[in-house]
């Protein structure tokens, strides 16, 4: 009888506290592909520090339970994506200062982004997320330190039960392709940005 009351206490602290479950924040690639085909010969590169690309973000899913997901190694192809669709040239920088490929590639820019991040579920017996924002903000710098460009935008995504039942990270994958097509629309238009 001792034994069963403990599994039973056990079973209701995992209830109450819930639990996580990984999820993907990745957009759609081909939905972030344009059809430009006058792009700057200007070379660029982006900058995602190693701390970002292994940081695990937690945020609220549905029934008590949460979501785990790494915001910039989900979505570093998407930075690159979007650059590509206004640069012939892009590249991963790996340190802010002194990397070489910036003075081997002849990089005249170098972009910044930071995301944020932020989920939540209507649903009190399923634990993806119903409800997921990604704010994408970005700031391109010039050799000379000077920043010349920045920009937030901010993505939504909606997923209901029918539709995620399939998708668990649908809500999510939604969110950030509305921000980074919004960042992409921001560059691409930018008259700072050459």
């Given at each position: 009888?001792?034994?069963?009351?403990?599994?039973?206490?056990?079973?209701?602290?995992?209830?109450?506290?819930?639990?996580?479950?990984?999820?993907?924040?990745?957009?759609?690639?081909?939905?972030?592909?344009?059809?430009?085909?006058?792009?700057?010969?200007?070379?660029?590169?982006?900058?995602?520090?190693?701390?970002?690309?292994?940081?695990?973000?937690?945020?609220?899913?549905?029934?008590?339970?949460?979501?785990?997901?790494?915001?910039?190694?989900?979505?570093?192809?998407?930075?690159?994506?979007?650059?590509?669709?206004?640069?012939?040239?892009?590249?991963?920088?790996?340190?802010?200062?002194?990397?070489?490929?910036?003075?081997?590639?002849?990089?005249?820019?170098?972009?910044?982004?930071?995301?944020?991040?932020?989920?939540?579920?209507?649903?009190?017996?399923?634990?993806?997320?119903?409800?997921?924002?990604?704010?994408?903000?970005?700031?391109?710098?010039?050799?000379?330190?000077?920043?010349?460009?920045?920009?937030?935008?901010?993505g939504k995504?909606?997923?209901?039960?029918?539709?995620?039942?399939?998708?668990?990270?649908?809500?999510?994958?939604r969110a950030?392709?509305?921000?980074?097509?919004?960042?992409?629309?921001?560059?691409?238009?930018?008259k700072e940005?050459?």
């Open positions: 009888m001792y034994i069963l009351k403990l599994i039973a206490s056990l079973l209701m602290i995992v209830v109450i506290t819930g639990c996580s479950h990984s999820i993907q924040i990745s957009p759609e690639l081909s939905a972030l592909r344009g059809d430009n085909t006058n792009k700057s010969d200007t070379a660029v590169g982006y900058y995602i520090s190693k701390v970002d690309m292994v940081t695990e973000v937690k945020t609220p899913g549905g029934g008590g339970d949460d979501v785990t997901y790494f915001p910039y190694k989900d979505t570093e192809a998407a930075i690159k994506t979007i650059l590509s669709q206004k640069y012939k040239k892009v590249y991963s920088i790996k340190s802010k200062k002194n990397d070489p490929i910036i003075k081997d590639k002849n990089i005249s820019l170098v972009f910044y982004p930071k995301i944020k991040t932020d989920s939540s579920s209507s649903s009190a017996l399923t634990w993806p997320p119903t409800d997921f924002t990604v704010e994408l903000s970005c700031k391109a710098v010039a050799n000379n330190g000077k920043t010349i460009w920045k920009k937030t935008v901010t995504g909606h997923a209901e039960f029918s539709e995620f039942k399939s998708n668990f990270s649908l809500s999510a994958q950030s392709e509305e921000a980074f097509k919004l960042m992409r629309d921001e560059i691409f238009n930018a940005l050459k």
